[in-house]
């Protein structure tokens, strides 16, 4: 009875995957480039909690989530997960790899639980192809 979905999307980025790695580290930068997913408390280290205003569309109103970071691979993956156990969690990946062009960088987020099944991620998806964009002009045009 436990429904699972995922959601996925990517960019192609124009630079190196060492600045993307500084761009998503830079606590400062962040609230610069980010208009999607914006950490309000907590730092990016393994173990910590994260809480975010997340603005699954352009209309100015925001969920706050908490996700707990749960895994750090250098220049590679941010895995972080949260959500209510059974009732709908989430696990949150960016990962970063190195392309021809430059580097590619993805936001896969699988989501399991009973409510799942009624449940459309499909806006999660385009806010988060919105924040991989608003990564992209940031990071090319800075």
Known sequence: MIGKKSVSTHVQINT???KVWETLFNAENVKKWNKVLIPIKGDL???NVINYDFYQDENGKSSR???TVEEIVHQKMIQQK???PLVLTFNHQYLIEPSPSGTTVRIH???RGVMVPFWNPA???KAYERLLHQLK???ENE
Request: proline share 10%; net charge negative.
């Open 16 to 18: 190196s995957p060492e």
């Open 45 to 47: 280290q393994e173990g």
């Open 65 to 67: 989530i908490n996700a």
């Open 82 to 84: 949260g959500g209510v």
């Open 109 to 111: 987020e699988e989501y």
């Open 123 to 125: 806006p999660v998806e």
């Open 137 to 139: 002009n940031f990071i």
